[in-house]
T-cell receptor, first 114, second 111 residues
Framework: DAGVIQSPRHEVTEMGQEVTLRCKPISGHDYLFWYRQTMMRGLELLIY????????DSGMPEDRFSAKMPNASFSTLKIQPSEPRDSAVYFCASSPTVLTDTQYFGPGTRLTVL | LAKTTQPISMDSYEGQEVNITCSHNNIATNDYITWYQQFPSQGPRFIIQGYKTKVTNEVASLFIPADRKSSTLSLPRVSLSDTAVYYCLVGDGQAGTALIFGKGTTLSVSS
């Protein structure tokens, strides 16, 4: 298996633009997680899905952020409109069957909003 | 959800054993203790998980005292490549509550 795949790896955009981050989880994994990492706040859980259904989105910072999982092999995290404070590394992770299972992280997307 | 406290940073030299302690005073009966490692520019990677006593794998050992209010990750004979951030997580994954990553412990290994 190729592991968790994220695209793009790097994204530079201007304030106000829409940004879409993509994730392909490991096949057969029931859980998918979106995280954001910054120096100031560390690694924050934004939202997670179980069998394509969003379970907890309490970490989503505001309405500008939205996430979808239309099928078991694809998820998106969208920011519209983007702001400079959204600059961070965004990680996607997946895990097999229960929340205490090992999470497998993707390589991350480094987002810079100018 | 049990809160964890771990040192912000630690320094060591190659060949030494490193012990990173995590405090989790309000750990619940069903909670597991999990450690992850994160190298620069990479996502975190699972190291070890335990419930009580001692767990050992090819990478590390995890020591958990009887009261389970703390745990210690032990890295034997560290090398430069063990320089990373180490996260301690506590939880049982029940009630839809995912495990929470804090800021972790930054371990710096020097030659």
């Amino acid at each position: 298996d190729a592991g968790v795949i994220q695209s793009p790896r790097h994204e530079v955009t201007e304030m106000g633009q829409e940004v879409t981050l993509r994730c392909k989880p490991i096949s057969g994994h029931d859980y998918l997680f979106w995280y954001r990492q910054t120096m100031m706040r560390g690694l924050e859980l934004l939202i997670y899905f179980n069998n394509n259904v969003p379970i907890d989105d309490s970490g989503m910072p505001e309405d500008r952020f939205s996430a979808k999982m239309p099928n078991a092999s694809f998820s998106t995290l969208k920011i519209q409109p983007s702001e400079p404070r959204d600059s961070a590394v965004y990680f996607c992770a997946s895990s097999p069957t229960v929340l205490t299972d090992t999470q497998y992280f993707g390589p991350g997307t480094r987002l810079t909003v100018l | 959800l049990a809160k964890t406290t771990q040192p912000i940073s630690m320094d060591s030299y190659e060949g030494q054993e490193v012990n990173i302690t995590c405090s989790h005073n309000n750990i619940a009966t069903n909670d597991y203790i999990t450690w992850y490692q994160q190298f620069p520019s990479q996502g975190p990677r699972f190291i070890i998980q335990g419930y009580k006593t001692k767990v050992t794998n090819e990478v590390a050992s995890l020591f958990i005292p009887a009261d389970r209010k703390s745990s210690t990750l032990s890295l034997p004979r560290v090398s430069l490549s063990d320089t990373a951030v180490y996260y301690c997580l506590v939880g049982d994954g029940q009630a839809g509550t995912a495990l929470i990553f804090g800021k972790g412990t930054t371990l710096s290994v020097s030659s």
